[in-house]
């Protein structure tokens, strides 16, 4: 049996993806860094500490809140077919065949896009003198944890589905160097469709990249 060949990505796809999961990895481990020292209710490693994990988390957090919405228009106009189908949940009855795993990882994708967006909403509502404070039932807070969650949840699905469909060499694929012609930048937008491909992806667009400009102003809505 031959081994299974390495995917080309385009370099754009390599960029975008690396850069929002290198975000997502620094938040989560900042923000479980905050937790642990704050609030413990569910447990804690007692990692050491730093000065001011809140500022770093809040300067990670807004660097990812600017660069989502490219990744989310990317997944959306360029990328979609690795996004929810208009067939996808019909496949979900045939268990364990090929198209069960491909749906299966479509929808983890577009799960992390949702709760990605959950995240960010929540995340800009918080209070930086709550957790300090020991103020822990704050609704945005309680979200925000809960949407970190979903998005651990969803990041592990997806890397299993990565596994499962193409295995090592899909995964090493997003970190290769290689660069074809035909993907140089003035080539990274050809593909770029205006009208979504089904209902159900324009359904998810309108909630990712509304959610992302509600984090963007809500909190200023809130304060006025």
Same mark, same amino acid.
């Given at each position: 049996?031959?081994?299974?060949?390495?995917?080309?990505?385009?370099?754009?796809?390599?960029?975008?993806?690396?850069?929002?999961?290198?975000?997502?990895?620094?938040?989560?481990?900042?923000?479980?860094?905050?937790?642990?020292?704050?609030?413990?209710?569910?447990?804690?490693?007692?990692?050491?500490?730093?000065?001011?994990?809140?500022?770093?988390?809040?300067?990670?957090?807004?660097?990812?809140?600017?660069?989502?919405?490219?990744?989310?228009?990317?997944?959306?106009? !360029? /990328?979609? #077919?690795? +996004?929810?189908?208009?067939?996808?949940?019909?496949?979900?009855? *045939?268990?364990?065949? &090929?198209?069960? @795993?491909?749906?299966?990882?479509?929808?983890?994708?577009?799960?992390?896009?949702?709760?990605?967006?959950?995240?960010?909403?929540?995340?800009?509502?918080?209070?930086?003198?709550?957790?300090?404070?020991?103020?822990?039932?704050?609704?945005?807070?309680?979200?925000?944890?809960?949407?970190?969650?979903?998005?651990?949840?969803?990041?592990?699905?997806?890397?299993?589905?990565?596994?499962? !469909? /193409?295995? #090592?060499? +899909?995964?090493?694929?997003?970190?290769?160097?290689?660069?074809? *012609?035909?993907?140089? &930048?003035?080539? @990274?937008?050809?593909?770029?469709?205006?009208?979504?491909?089904?209902?159900?992806?324009?359904?998810?667009?309108?909630?990712?990249?509304?959610?992302?400009?509600?984090?963007?102003?809500?909190?200023?809505?809130?304060?006025?």
């Amino acid at each position: 049996m031959k081994p299974p060949i390495s995917p080309y990505q385009p370099v754009l796809l390599r960029l975008l993806h690396n850069v929002i999961g290198l975000l997502i990895f620094s938040a989560l481990i900042t923000g479980y860094i905050i937790y642990d020292r704050f609030d413990k209710r569910w447990g804690s490693l007692n990692l050491p500490t730093f000065r001011d994990p809140q500022g770093l988390h809040g300067t990670i957090a807004l660097t990812f809140l600017i660069l989502l919405p490219i990744f989310a228009l990317y997944c959306f106009h !360029i /990328g979609d #077919r690795h +996004l929810i189908q208009k067939q996808s949940l019909s496949h979900l009855k *045939d268990i364990n065949k &090929p198209m069960w @795993w491909i749906s299966l990882q479509r929808l983890t994708n577009t799960l992390t896009l949702i709760s990605a967006t959950l995240a960010v909403i929540t995340g800009r509502m918080m209070k930086e003198d709550w957790l300090p404070n020991q103020e822990l039932n704050h609704a945005w807070y309680v979200g925000h944890l809960l949407s970190w969650l979903l998005m651990i949840v969803s990041i592990a699905s997806h890397l299993l589905m990565s596994v499962k !469909i /193409g295995g #090592r060499p +899909l995964l090493l694929s997003m970190f290769k160097w290689q660069v074809q *012609d035909k993907d140089s &930048p003035k080539h @990274w937008f050809s593909k770029f469709k205006i009208k979504p491909s089904s209902t159900v992806l324009f359904l998810c667009e309108s909630f990712v990249i509304g959610g992302i400009a509600i984090a963007f102003f809500l909190p200023v809505i809130s304060q006025t």
